[in-house]
């Protein structure tokens, strides 16, 4: 059977499309939630624990739905943003709103693990909230930063595969019509061999990152 | 300078509460270095941590240089920070920052220009002897080397007051050494009054002038560190003063205490200050028809003053032994019988 190359050019731009700008708007939005899941909690710089308490379950609520029914829920949704319901555009709401919460939690953890003694000598130098988010917090998590996000962006490629059910393209959509459906063994091998090397690639880059952050 | 007035901070567990500082008056002067010693959940780090407000006390008031922080503004007591520096055990130094960067922060957040913050921070670390050090990072350095950047950040904003939360701790003895001397020195040079706490009493005999000791929440005994070494009245002072002063006695002398006959007596005689300068004790065997052998004893300086003890066994008629006693107490050194039970 003939492999047509162009169907896989275009399937893994979609897939390049869908995980790019749906990282960027999730971490646009998980960012923010991420320090304030961190900055509000009990005993924090910004303590507001019932603000915390009703962030905390918002973002536990996201998470808990599972992606494919995510994605079929939020479709009224979809087409109010994108003005399509189908689509690698339109598969990008639900991505967003599936890696945010995601993203937000990762990015509490790896604020989390900053040395609190570090944010106590910026108290006693008399920082102000947002110097001690943007001048202590940030960049002394900054590595684990990198590399969380990394774990989100895997994550977005292979959700990014199920977005095919909505008509979304990419790999994944690629995959499991030629291959799974039509019994297509080489384009599922090549498109499987595909996302193998672009994961196996974002991770190595991703831990270089995190590396040359960490040892400057 | 710093001056506590019946501070109290209580911390609030479900069942309980818990007095951290219990009614602390605290009055520490302008340049003087003042040492703070308790063991571990004294409350030392409490009140420490209660003088720049990184604990807001339950009660009392807390003045630093005139200014009552307690009853200051979010924005006026960020100002006020500025004039208190901080340095910690574990130096509380940003692993993703340079040395530099480390040095400038404080100056950085006060916005301060890039050419004046350039100027200050090389200054300061060619004071800390780490002007070679500029581009390094946290994790290339020594624990003596990050204190000595923690002590520069310290004093980046020109603070008239400097806390030191068991600042040596986590060093070497050799380390600790230079950083006490380092303090000292700023102290010294640049008139900063500086507040230590610490489990060490060497630390306070090292550089303090006067010494509180804390327990239970409450400061049980203070004053000059000369007074304190050299009459402490609290079982904790005396424990903490045993520490550091090598009064136990050898285990030879026991026994010979234990041992001895009825004309033997053996007396601890206690040296302050200028006494120790006295040739009491070749008086005394002149004088009186005794012997005097001395079995134990140890000498040191304290803030310049010989302070010590001697342990003396004196031999000869009791009656001549009392008058020789006599004799040592109008010399207004402190003597006392050591029996076989109280070692």
Known sequence: MLVNYTDIWTAFLQTLTMVGLSLLFSTLIGLPLGILLVVTRKGALLEQVPFFNVLSSIVN??????????????????????????????????????????????IESSLLEVDTGVLEAAKAMGATPLQTIFRFLLPEALSSLVLNLTIATIGLIGASAMAGAIGGGGLGDLAITYGYQRFDTTVMLITVGILVILVQGLQTMGNL???????? | MITFKNVKKIYQTQDQSIAALDGVDLEIKKG???????????????LLRCVNLLERPTSGSVT??????????????????????????????????????????????????????????????????????????PDQLSGGQKQRVGIARALATQPSVLLCDEATSALDPQTTQHILRLLKQINEE???????????MGVIREICDRVAVIEAGKLIESGTVFDVFSNPQTATAKNFVRSVMQDEIPASVQQLIERRE??????????????????LLSQVAKRFDIDLNILHGSITELQNIPFGSLLVELIGETAEISRALQYIDEAQVTVEEVLADAG
Do not use: C, W
């Open chain 1, 61 to 106: 609520i996201f998470r808990s739905v599972p992606f494919i029914i995510l994605l079929v829920a939020i479709i009224p949704l979809t087409r109010l943003i994108v003005g399509s319901s189908i689509g690698t555009q339109a598969a990008i709401v639900p991505l967003v709103f599936y890696a945010a919460p995601y993203i937000a939690r990762l």
């Open chain 1, 209 to 216: 990152l995190a590396r040359k952050i960490r040892r400057h």
């Open chain 2, 32 to 46: 003087e270095i003042f040492g703070v010693i308790g063991f571990s959940g004294a409350g030392k780090s409490s």
């Open chain 2, 64 to 137: 630093v240089d005139g200014q009552e922080l307690t009853s200051l503004s979010a924005k006026q007591l960020r100002e006020a920070k500025q004039q208190i520096g901080m340095i910690f055990q574990h130096f509380n130094l940003l692993d993703s920052n340079t040395v530099f960067a480390n040095v400038a922060k404080p100056l950085v957040l006060t916005g301060v220009k890039k050419a004046e913050i350039h100027r200050r921070v090389h200054e300061l670390l060619a004071f800390v002897d780490l002007a070679d050090k500029a581009d390094h990072y």
């Open chain 2, 190 to 200: 640049y008139g900063i009054t500086i507040l230590l706490i610490t489990h060490e």
């Open chain 2, 262 to 279: 009825a004309n033997h007596h053996i007396y601890k005689i206690n040296f302050l200050g200028a006494h120790t300068g006295q040739p």
